[in-house]
């Protein structure tokens, strides 16, 4: 049941990320705003999946939440060091605010799919 509940939170905001990007973009500029219910959208979508596995509470539960934030830390870096090289040679012109819209989402998003790659695998 509360998978449902996920998949249809999930198209919700699908629904919403469209039109905030449609509204962005209508106005000739990228709307970085719309990266964080963009992905909230992929969290709930990848929580549809994963909900029936995490519910059980047995070792490939836990042995998939480790892995999948354990590779999660390393992507991190590997962004922090990007945009780190990225904005210290001036390739791009960010603001504080939107290089936080930026992180924030490729976090959530990062972490949520690596567990659903790791419950493939195991």
């Known amino acids: 049941m509360l998978t449902k509940g996920y998949l249809i939170l999930g198209w919700v905001l699908a629904l919403q990320t469209a ?3 449609f509204v ?3 106005a000739e500029e990228f709307p970085y705003f719309a990266l964080t219910p963009m992905s909230l959208t ?3 979508f990848c929580m549809h999946y994963l909900y029936p596995q ?3 509470k047995d070792e490939r539960m836990k042995v998939i939440r480790e892995k999948g934030i354990f590779y999660s830390y ?3 870096l590997f962004y922090h060091l990007i ?3 990225v904005l210290q040679f001036d390739m791009i ?3 504080a605010m939107n290089l936080l819209n930026i992180m924030t989402s490729l976090i959530i998003m990062t972490v949520f799919i690596s567990m659903v790659i790791m419950a493939k695998i195991y």
């Open 42 to 44: 992929v969290l709930s």
């Open 54 to 56: 995490f519910k059980q």
């Open 93 to 95: 012109h960010l603001t």
């Open 83 to 85: 945009f780190m090289t």
């Open 24 to 26: 962005g973009i209508t």
């Open 74 to 76: 390393f992507a991190i």
């Open 19 to 21: 039109f905030l990007f």
